[in-house]
């Protein structure tokens, strides 16, 4: 086996454990998506999907499926071939993003609620938590403003093109 593609294996695992976990996928759904990431925008077959993967059909069909659902990938055909190819969306990073802008907000709600538990019913506890609270809770407004507008950035570089 040759370097480029040992080197190749290892980052798809590399990157698969990492959507794996950020993301939630499957492990099989994310080395497919991984795969499709380090392929050519001219996409991937199914079968060539099925012998990158080792895999199962039945396998790779239900996890394409979930990442086309997800619109982590998507598909198109050839004229006068009837097979499909899946490459990633553009949409993936947007979506990425808004995901873990979701996230941001429950996670504000819930210090929100927390604090506002404690400053009624645990005076002290609030008092010397107050400062700590607020800088994670600014952390997070930050991180969250800066979210927001890379999507809109990246939604306006898609509407240009």
């Known amino acids: 086996m040759s370097m480029v593609i040992q080197e190749k294996k290892v980052l798809i695992e590399e990157i698969g454990l990492i959507l794996s976990e950020r993301a939630g996928l499957?492990?099989?759904a994310a080395r497919i998506y991984a795969t499709l990431?380090?392929?050519?925008?001219e996409g991937l077959t199914f079968d060539e999907i099925i012998d990158i993967t080792e895999a199962c059909k039945s396998s790779v069909s239900s996890n394409l499926n979930v990442l086309l659902?997800?619109?982590y990938v998507e598909f198109y055909t050839k004229s006068g071939d009837r097979?499909?190819?899946?490459?990633?969306s553009p949409n993936f990073v947007k979506n990425a993003m808004k995901q873990h802008g979701n996230l941001l907000n429950k996670e504000l709600e819930v210090i929100n609620k927390i604090r506002d538990y404690n400053k009624l019913n645990n005076p002290d506890k609030y008092n010397n938590d107050e400062t700590v609270g607020n800088m994670y809770q600014d952390?997070?407004?930050a991180q969250l403003e800066s979210i927001n507008k890379k999507v809109q950035e990246?939604?306006?570089l898609q509407n240009q093109t």
């Open 26 to 28: 499957a492990p099989l």
């Open 37 to 41: 990431i380090l392929s050519s925008n």
């Open 69 to 71: 659902q997800l619109d």
């Open 83 to 88: 097979k499909r190819y899946f490459r990633t």
């Open 139 to 141: 952390y997070l407004v």
């Open 154 to 156: 990246i939604s306006d």
